[in-house]
């Protein structure tokens, strides 16, 4: 998988490409944990080249929104393939998230 590190404002992007699974959360679980450490609370994950996700993924997932939302921010996702939209919504975590379709929309939710 490929990670991709961005911001914008005082957002910031993680870009995920590929399988997103067991091996690869913990750079993601990294990227979380040293954002929340520093105070960067408002985070998107875009998953618009991510095909496949696991239930370590939204695990995950799961906590880093849990530990934004306890410091006041909020974690969002983006440009979901239908694949992982699919999984999202049997696992009614759609309704935990913040979905948009582009991350232009995340970024700016308003």
């Not at 408002?42 to 799961?62: K, R, W």
């Not at 049997?90 to 948009?100: E, M, N, P, S, V």
Request: charged share 25%.
């Amino acid at each position: 998988m490929e990670i991709k590190k961005s911001s914008h404002g005082d957002t910031f992007i993680l870009r995920l490409k590929g399988r997103f699974d067991a091996h690869e959360v913990v750079q993601v679980r990294d990227w979380l944990n040293e954002q929340i450490g520093i105070g960067n609370t408002h985070l998107v994950v875009n998953l618009a080249e991510v095909n496949f996700i696991d239930s370590s993924a939204l695990s995950t997932l799961v906590q880093g929104l849990k530990h934004c939302r306890e410091k006041g921010g909020d974690l969002t996702l983006c440009a979901l393939q239908q694949p992982v939209r699919v999984i999202f919504e049997l696992t009614r975590l759609d309704k935990a998230f913040g979905i948009y379709a582009t991350e232009q929309e995340a970024i700016q939710p308003e």
